[in-house]
Structure formats: C-alpha cells, structure tokens
C-alpha cells in the first residue's frame, strides 16, 4: 500500500528522499521491523540532519518532538506545524506538550522522539533523559529504536555547513513495555523513568553494529 501524505510533508519527503541520495548516499536497514499503528520512534541525536533523514526513511507520515524556540519565528512555525511537529520544552516536565503527545498516538500516528534530548557534543551517545520513561510509560504503545551511523560526520554542531558523508539509518525490532493490567506495574518513580529511558537507549545502542557494518 503507498503511504499518503500531506501536500507539505510529501513535498518535504521528496527533497529529503533525493537530498539524503544524492549527497549522504543513505541506507536505510531494518524496515522489516516496522509495526503498524500508534508508535514512538526513538532514536540518538548527532545533527540537525536527524529528524529528515529519520523521517525520509520511514514508510509512512510521522510526527516530531521539536524544541520550542523553533516555533518563534513566524515562518518556522507554519513549516513545522505543516509538518506535524510538535513543540516541546527541552529540560522541563512541559505536561502539554506530552498531552499533545499522547493525542497524536490515540490518533495512530507515530511520532519521533531523541532520548538524549540534544545533539551529541563529540559523537558520542549520550545518557537519555527520564522524562522519555514517563512518556514511554504514559504511552504504553511500541517504541522503535533506531540508529543513525554518519550524520555527525555530515553535520555536527561544530560545522557551519553539512557536507557530503554516507549515512546509513537502522530501525530494530520493536520495544514493548508493560500495558495497564499487568501483574507487576512499574512504581512511578523518577528511578523507574530513568530505567525505562535506560533501556530505550539501550535498544537504539544495539543497532549500533548493524549500521557500522553498513558503512
């Protein structure tokens, strides 16, 4: 079945699809383990490249975590709502922006998260933040850990301008946590989210081969 689009996001899908071809030669792998229905995709933060190259490898609309400030300027605005962003409070427990989350997942859209947060300073993963356990928890729907191998290299936050690099993006088997009515529920801890968050990052980690391999 071919995925529908929006105008606005099938036009961004198509730039991205040829950009990612013709100047990251991205791979993608994994898509074998792609779930239908509500999802939240989780994956390692290196570059402003993440979130188009995550979102132009998966076979179907996505919705985006994205940091508040974009929203400021007018324009940017307009483009990341037409682009089913939404905005979220980096380093704070911002309770709306989570609502909007987890409506956006009773729809059965899937939406793109990074645990880390922020982009990595060196290349290196970084330890995810545990209000993605609270959310993973709030959500109990399947997180897809995925790994993005190259986008460092094509555009860390120490360049100005991405330059010419492979990517490859590797999508693994889906996580699933424990649903409402389980025997022994999670207490609702900040330890508890931050073992959740923990094992999110694990997962996409574990990809980490599979990509390196790719290259």
Request: glycine share 8%; net charge positive.
């Amino acid at each position: 079945m071919k995925p529908r689009y929006g105008i606005l996001y099938g036009f961004s899908q198509m730039v991205t699809r040829l950009v990612s071809r013709v100047f990251f030669w991205r791979s993608i792998v994994g898509l074998e383990h792609w779930v239908s229905g509500p999802a939240l995709i989780a994956a390692n933060h290196a570059s402003f490249l993440d979130p188009p190259l995550v979102g132009g490898s998966c076979p179907e609309q996505i919705a985006y975590l994205a940091r508040k400030s974009l929203f400021r300027n007018v324009f940017f605005r307009k483009l990341c709502y037409g682009l089913g962003a939404i905005p979220f409070e980096r380093g704070a427990a911002d309770l709306g922006s989570i609502k909007r989350v987890l409506a956006a997942l009773r729809q059965g859209k899937k939406v793109l998260l990074f645990p880390e947060g922020i982009r990595t300073f060196n290349g290196d993963v970084r330890a995810p933040m545990p209000g993605v356990g609270f959310l993973v928890q709030q959500a109990r729907v399947p997180v897809i850990p995925a790994y993005i191998h190259g986008s460092y290299r094509a555009w860390s936050r120490h360049r100005v301008l991405p330059v010419p690099a492979k990517v490859v993006v590797v999508f693994g088997p889906a996580m699933r946590f424990e649903a409402p009515g389980d025997a022994r529920p999670r207490r609702a801890t900040r330890e508890t989210y931050q073992a959740i968050a923990d094992e999110v990052m694990a997962g996409i980690v574990a990809l980490r081969p599979v990509a390196r391999a790719r290259m």
